[in-house]
């Protein structure tokens, strides 16, 4: 079995920083494309960034600059480093990845973390 564990979220004070972590547990093979999301009350769930295994990053156009996502490949762990955040940042973050399992190395399933709470308020 896989597991997606996040931890890092809170609140913030606008123009503030937060770093969001996820490490994967299991008895994995291979970790390829991860990524974070996120879903604001009332809102669908959106791609803020993503990461190949060989590190090239993309980022949703409300974060570019401000947000840095990376990752650590031997501790099978992603990263997301918020700066100078807003309050329309608030919402409930989810790290994603595609993983492929020891026991069936040839299947990749996209894991998604249970989600942290982010929330930017004065």
């Known amino acids: 079995q896989v597991q997606l564990v996040e931890s890092g979220g809170g609140l913030v004070q606008p123009g503030g920083s937060l770093r969001l972590a996820c490490a994967a547990y299991g008895r994995i093979f291979s970790i390829n494309d991860m990524g974070w999301y996120r879903q604001a009350p009332g809102k669908e769930r959106e791609l803020v960034a993503a990461?190949?295994?060989?590190?090239?990053?993309n980022y949703a156009d409300s974060v570019k600059g401000r947000f840095t996502i990376s990752r650590d490949n031997a501790k099978k762990m992603e990263y997301l480093q918020m700066n100078s955040l807003k309050p329309e940042d608030t919402a409930v973050y989810y790290c994603?990845?595609?993983?492929?399992?020891?026991?069936?190395?040839?299947?990749?399933?996209?894991?998604w973390g249970q989600g942290t709470q982010v929330t930017v308020s004065s």
């Open positions: 994603n990845a595609d993983i492929s399992s020891t026991g069936a190395p040839w299947r990749v399933t996209s894991y």
């Open positions: 990461i190949t295994s060989g590190g090239s990053a």
